[in-house]
């Protein structure tokens, strides 16, 4: 079985700075995926970002980053240049490669302050 | 294109009625998915599809009935829904069923759906 912990119910950051949003996990299978999910008001889920077990380098798409270590078994999330438009639940989730059991966290709201 | 289209965005249903929910993508996907979404909750696995066939049910009630017609739509019957069932019900897509690489889901932007 596979579990997701993110502890920060919320977050606040100011416009124009960066913030990092925490994730562990826990799982047996050596081989898995880790996602980032963004999800308005509006209820849609934006996929923002993934990275593989055996990614030898973290992930960036734009203006997000995923702070993997795989040891402490962690794939936080970092938003550089936090726009207002940010303003979110964010969720981290992950599969193992054999399977298509996708899981979540319970996710962070994020608001960005002007 | 990363589009996976939801149909209807909104349902108000008696507990009597029977509704279905329609989800479909044209990218070519071979797995979809069905979540249940409550309010300030993640999503919670439903169903998933791999190759046009049942490959998980999160042990969820008969009330809902998936059904996978062919590689492009994937369809969620419902029928004597409890009110406890209202919830924002998310369809999403992946390429690949498993091995590494380009396992991402994409998810349409849900129907909305009220029982009454």
């Known amino acids: 079985a596979q579990k997701i912990t993110q502890t920060q119910p919320g977050m606040f950051v100011q416009e124009k700075e960066a913030v990092t949003l925490d994730c562990t996990y826990d799982?047996?299978?050596?081989?898995?995926?880790l996602f980032w999910y963004k999800q308005p008001s509006s209820g849609e889920m934006i996929f923002l970002i993934y990275?593989?077990?055996?990614?030898?380098q973290n992930a960036t798409e734009g203006r997000y980053s995923l702070n993997f270590q795989k040891a402490r078994k962690s794939a936080n999330l970092v938003i550089s240049a936090s726009q207002l438009g940010d303003s979110a639940m964010y969720f981290c989730?992950?599969?193992?490669?054999?399977?298509?059991?996708?899981?979540f966290g319970a996710g962070t709201r994020l608001t960005v302050k002007p | 294109d990363t589009e996976v289209t939801q149909t209807p965005k909104h349902l108000v249903m008696g507990m009597t009625n029977k509704k279905s929910l329609k989800c479909e993508q044209h990218?070519?996907?071979?797995?979809m998915y069905w979540y249940k979404q409550k309010a300030k909750k993640p999503p919670e696995l439903m169903f998933v599809?791999?190759?046009?066939?049942?490959?998980i049910n999160e042990s969820v009630p008969s009330r809902f009935s998936p059904e996978c017609p062919n590689s492009s739509l994937l369809n969620l019957h419902l029928h004597a829904l409890q009110p406890e069932d209202s919830a924002l019900y998310l369809c999403?897509?992946?390429?690949?069923?498993?091995?590494?690489?380009?396992?991402?889901?994409?998810f349409g932007q849900g129907t909305r759906l009220t029982v009454v």
């Open positions: 990275q593989g077990s055996y990614d030898q």
């Open positions: 799982t047996s299978d050596p081989s898995y995926g």
């Open positions: 599809y791999s190759y046009e066939k049942l490959s």
């Open positions: 990218m070519g996907h071979r797995a």
């Open positions: 999403a897509s992946s390429l690949k069923v498993t091995g590494t690489g380009l396992i991402e889901a994409f």
């Open positions: 989730a992950m599969r193992a490669y054999n399977n298509n059991d996708m899981r």
